[in-house]
């Protein structure tokens, strides 16, 4: 043991058991309890700590500054802790935000573990990978995720299997909610309560959720679940400690001893630095995890560090997204939160092949936002075929604000993105972050699959809007600016001819070195990933925590 176990922070430099790349739900998870366990523990995190003082959300000029200062895409923010993507291939834009707690500050607070057929794609549809465990191996993991979450929720979901109840009691669903659910029971579908990460009592150094419906550019309540407020607490309380501003550009490896060695890292004054480790976890998502890897090639390995597979950077995947938005007569008050889901629905999730496609989407019904969320939706105009250009200027614009404030209700749509090899990450030749280190660049298509999914959905989702009485229905398919979930580009699997890292998130390579987020994802259900990314995150470290001797004997 070292330093953490008195209680105390490693001091700067010294050799740490453990360095986490990465303060984000996974290397949030990891750092918590790692630290708890007795572990020295340092993170480095590119970005900083987050002031909530600055999110716009409870400011006038909430829905301006979102499309810019506060964009999910970083190539559209650019702030100095981003680093720039090159997208000129690729048919989704990735989001994501640098800081601790990663892309929890700006996320939507939807809490939807994935389902027992999404661990079992292989044996029950022919295609993709099966997860090497079971749904039923990760509820205990999820369960106590959802403690520390505080997840509101009601208990019961017939589309899951029975289990523990929700720390909190559910959010109201509202009048937005109730209008979606009145098509779905007309037409006899599915609905439940959403269900989310924002509890609706104190808790866990929480706020209840305030309802303001601001949810994804930070919440200046203190309510939305980010990993900030409810791990590091924790975390810096047993000895961990986080260095912020720091940009990761290699992990270094010893070649005789085939161990990595810790990180080298430029610090926030641009300064060369090494932090030493006895193992190294990669928590810096899907496309940030294999940009590292592959930024880190050498004499053993030179298509990328832990790459004898060939598979880091491979079968990208990014969740296409469509939404349907219906208008109504009543007044749905459609700018109350929370943003996360109102109710969700399963009704179309498992394969059907009838349909034209295989595995299936999940539903949330959200509220539409404030003036400009009538008009637009995460940065992208929702028109119809046929919509008239002309509705984005002068008095058509305000008269389509009139209709559409406070009477919308958008459903969204996650499908399922199978996993393709042709989907990948690469190093871009010539772009590079404001350190120089090269720039991720990617190449991805929306497969027909996902397209005919989206499509089927799409009509469906029409269906329930009019059954609930919509006067005017808006479609928007394959939004660009959706590139929340990044997932699936170093696999874990049980053939290291096949897979990046095993079930425990441990490299088939090189024995001291880890991934622990959603790039280790075989596949990525039809469902918004956090519950699963840091449920996974927590099996992995506790299976770590009571395997230590055998880890540090490797």
Not at 199 to 208: A, E, I, T, W
Not at 227 to 233: K, V
Request: hydrophobic fraction near 35%.
């Amino acid at each position: 043991m070292t330093a953490a176990t008195n209680g105390t922070m490693p001091r700067h430099g010294e050799e740490v058991d453990v360095c986490v790349i990465g303060a984000g739900p996974s290397g949030s998870v990891a750092a918590r309890y790692l630290a708890g366990a007795g572990f020295s523990v340092v993170t480095l995190e590119q970005g900083d700590w987050p002031d909530a003082a600055e999110f716009p959300g409870d400011k006038p000029e909430f829905e301006l500054v979102a499309q810019k200062q506060w964009h999910p895409n970083p190539n559209v923010r650019d702030r100095e802790r981003d680093y720039p993507i090159n997208t000129d291939d690729s048919a989704i834009n990735p989001l994501m935000y640098a800081a601790v707690g990663g892309s929890t500050t700006l996320y939507a607070g939807h809490w939807t573990p994935f389902m027992p057929s999404d661990f079992r794609v292989r044996t029950l549809d022919g295609v993709a990978d099966d997860w090497p465990f079971t749904y039923e191996d990760l509820l205990p993991n999820l369960e106590e995720m959802e403690r520390v979450v505080g997840v509101s929720g009601l208990p019961g979901n017939p589309a899951y299997p029975l289990r523990r109840a929700f720390p909190t009691p559910p959010l109201p669903i509202g009048k937005c909610g109730m209008k979606a659910a009145e098509g779905m029971d007309k037409l006899g579908w599915h609905w439940w309560p959403g269900t989310n990460a924002m509890p609706s009592v104190p808790y866990n150094g929480l706020n209840p959720c305030a309802r303001r419906g601001t949810c994804m550019t930070g919440c200046p309540e203190g309510a939305k679940s980010t990993a900030n407020i409810t791990l590091w607490p924790h975390a810096l309380k047993d000895g961990a400690r986080i260095i912020v501003g720091a940009r990761v550009r290699e992990i270094t490896y010893d070649e005789v001893r085939n161990r990595v060695t810790g990180a080298t890292y430029i610090d926030r004054n641009g300064r060369e630095r090494h932090q030493k480790a006895r193992t190294v976890i990669l928590c810096g998502n899907g496309i940030g995890t294999p940009r590292l890897l592959l930024l880190s090639a050498c004499s053993a390995f030179p298509d990328g560090l832990a790459n004898s597979s060939g598979l880091v950077g491979k079968r990208l995947m990014m969740h296409p997204f469509s939404a349907v938005m219906g208008v109504f007569e009543e007044d749905l008050e459609s700018w109350r939160g929370p943003f996360g889901h109102l109710i969700e629905s399963n009704q179309f999730y498992e394969t059907d092949e009838k349909r034209g496609f295989l595995r299936g989407a999940k539903w949330g019904a959200m509220p539409a936002g404030g003036p400009l969320g009538a008009t637009s939706f995460v940065g992208s105009k929702i028109f119809d075929e046929g919509g008239r250009v002309e509705d984005s200027w002068g008095t058509n614009l305000h008269d389509l604000v009139d209709r559409r404030f406070r009477h919308s209700m958008v459903w969204g749509i996650i499908g399922e993105d199978l996993p393709e090899e042709s989907n990948h990450v690469m190093l871009d030749p010539d772009l590079t972050d404001s350190d120089g280190i090269p720039a991720p660049k990617l190449d991805y298509t929306v497969s027909e699959n996902s397209s005919n999914m989206l499509k089927f959905h799409v009509d469906r989702l029409l269906e329930a809007s009019l059954a609930a009485g919509a006067i005017e229905t808006v479609v928007v398919h394959q939004v660009p600016d959706t590139g929340w979930h990044l997932l699936g580009t170093a696999r874990m699997g049980d053939d290291p001819r096949t897979s990046v890292v095993d079930e425990w998130g441990r490299s088939h390579d090189v024995p001291n070195l880890f991934v622990f987020d959603a790039s280790s994802f075989p596949t990525s259900g039809g469902v918004n990933p956090t519950a699963t990314i840091m449920s996974v995150s927590h099996r992995q470290t506790m299976h770590m925590v009571s395997e230590r001797r055998n880890v540090e004997a490797a």
